[in-house]
């Protein structure tokens, strides 16, 4: 449930910029939400089963994150097709990556309180390194 929640939007063939835009305020505005403390399932599971050396566990969590990481590329590529981003197609991974790591840290913020204004600082800056 969670997982089509925020990554729906970045799956759909015609995603772009306003896409991964309106993921990241959305957690800005997470708390509001009626799916309220939706994701950090994934980060705890991350840091605990990997503790536990719970082989199952890790593969579901390296899958789920392996699955955000296509959604962010898949629409990076788009975005750059339409020429939505600046980001050279070699940069593409590493973009994608490190929206990766704003999407997870997010979810762990908004799930520790953190304000909005600390989560819109962290949004603002992931985008302004993939838009033109």
Do not use: W
Request: net charge positive.
């Amino acid at each position: 449930m969670a997982g089509a929640h925020y990554l729906g939007a970045l799956e759909d063939p015609k995603s772009g910029i306003r896409d991964i835009r309106r993921t990241l305020m959305g957690f800005v505005n997470q708390g509001k939400h009626p799916l309220g403390q939706f994701g950090c399932l994934f980060c705890n599971t991350a840091r605990e089963g990997n503790a536990m050396g719970a082989e199952g566990v890790a593969q579901a969590v390296t899958a789920h994150f392996a699955r955000v990481e296509r959604a962010y590329r898949g629409t990076l590529e788009r975005a750059l097709a339409v020429g939505e981003t600046a980001i050279k197609r070699s940069q593409l991974r590493a973009a994608a990556r490190s929206l990766l790591a704003t999407h997870m840290g997010m979810l762990v913020m908004v799930r520790a309180g953190q304000s909005k204004a600390t989560l819109r600082d962290a949004a603002d800056r992931a985008l302004a390194a993939i838009e033109q």
